[in-house]
């Protein structure tokens, strides 16, 4: 199948600051990439959907100006968690879609954020 | 996309086979059903997926009931490394929108 990477795998930042979780599909070219959220003992939550080159659909109750997302490329989406705070400490878990030959929808290994 | 119910919690000894059981009788005719897991702390792994017929691969095996209403994902023989949360998706292949997770089994092997 195909392969998603996300970097980094964990981050620990203090309260306040930004950071930047990338998400990469290393041998297809994505049309659309997924960001999930998950918290502890709690399935996953589609957060919002990129399409490359056009804004990201955030999902009902997602802030869109915390939660910035870029999809520039077909092969990389950021998501950047501005202004952090502690209740943002979650799991953060990409996925991508797009020229493969289902079509289908292959995950990356989540990135886990703990905010001080 | 249709809706699931897994039991939410199940045990299995190790070696032996794991029989996870998924209901989607509301499953449309163009729906197929995946099957991911997800090993704590890692994101979901896809295992297996079918539309009416039986599938085996080197995971697992799918059985679909006739009707289509349910199916049960079959772990021939489980291992330690087996345990995770798996999910049971229906959805149209390769379709827009996203898998949505629900709840999930939460398969325990046990020694």
């Known amino acids: 199948g195909a392969v998603v990477s996300q970097h980094p795998s964990r981050v620990i930042c203090k309260s306040g600051t930004s950071v930047k979780i990338e998400c990469r599909s290393l041998d297809f070219q994505a049309t659309t990439m997924f960001w999930y959220r998950q918290f502890p003992k709690q399935s996953l939550m589609l957060m919002a959907t990129s399409n490359e080159g056009s804004k990201a659909t955030y999902e009902q109750g997602v802030e869109k100006d915390k939660f910035l997302i870029n999809h520039a490329s077909l092969t990389l989406s950021t998501l950047t968690v501005t202004s952090a705070h502690p209740e943002d400490s979650s799991f953060y878990i990409c996925?991508?879609?797009?020229?493969?030959?289902?079509?289908?929808?292959?995950f990356g290994p989540g990135t886990r954020l703990t905010v001080l | 996309d249709a809706k699931t119910t897994q039991p939410p919690s199940m045990d299995c000894a190790e070696g032996r086979a794991a029989n996870l059981p998924c209901n989607h009788s509301?499953?449309?005719?163009?729906?197929?059903v995946y099957w991911y897991r997800q090993i704590h702390s890692q994101g979901p792994q896809y295992i297996i997926h079918g539309l009416k017929n039986n599938e085996t691969n080197e995971m697992a095996s799918l059985i679909i009931t006739e009707d289509r209403k349910s199916s049960t994902l079959i772990l021939p023989h489980a291992t330690l490394r087996d345990t995770a949360v798996y999910y049971c998706i229906v959805r149209v292949r390769g379709g827009a929108n996203n898998l949505f997770f629900g709840t999930g089994t939460r398969l325990t092997v046990i020694p």
């Open positions: 509301t499953i449309s005719g163009n729906e197929y």
């Open positions: 996925s991508a879609k797009g020229q493969t030959r289902y079509n289908e929808q292959f």
